[in-house]
């Protein structure tokens, strides 16, 4: 597997997009650490999702840094921008301002975090890598 003896700490794991991520980031081999914090209980249904899948993830709760890269997601359905996808006409505003077409998905974000997590990025450090699917091109 791609990411077989590695370790990812995913943040903000326990729904929508990190969880989309930690799921890609398991299958791929990787072990996962799910931070949990603030809310311990709500990491035990991500961590089980990938077991049960035979991926390999556990939780902890901690206030985490990094030196890593960041993924800045453009528009993304998740209930993080429920408000902004309730109001009329927002998704056909955000599919004409993206050459993909489409308002994002959480899968897509994590697929850009794979990306990064490969060997071969082994370079990219300290970036912030926009995952938009070209929103204002």
Do not use: C, Y
């Amino acid at each position: 597997m791609e990411l077989s003896g590695k370790t990812a700490l995913v943040t903000g794991a326990l729904r929508g997009t990190g969880a989309a991520i930690g799921r890609r980031l398991a299958k791929a081999g990787a072990h996962v650490v799910i931070n949990h914090a603030p809310d311990r209980d709500a990491a035990g249904p991500v961590v089980a999702e990938i077991a049960g899948t035979g991926g390999r993830a556990f939780a902890v709760q901690a206030d985490v840094g990094t030196t890593a890269g960041t993924v800045a997601p453009g528009a993304v359905d998740t209930a993080f921008d429920s408000a902004l996808i309730e109001r009329p006409g927002w998704i056909e505003s955000i599919e004409k301002l993206t050459p993909m077409g489409r308002v994002g998905v959480p899968e897509d974000i994590a697929d850009a975090v794979m990306m990064l997590a490969r060997e071969d990025a082994h370079w990219v450090t300290g970036q912030i890598v926009e995952a938009s699917g070209g929103l204002f091109l």
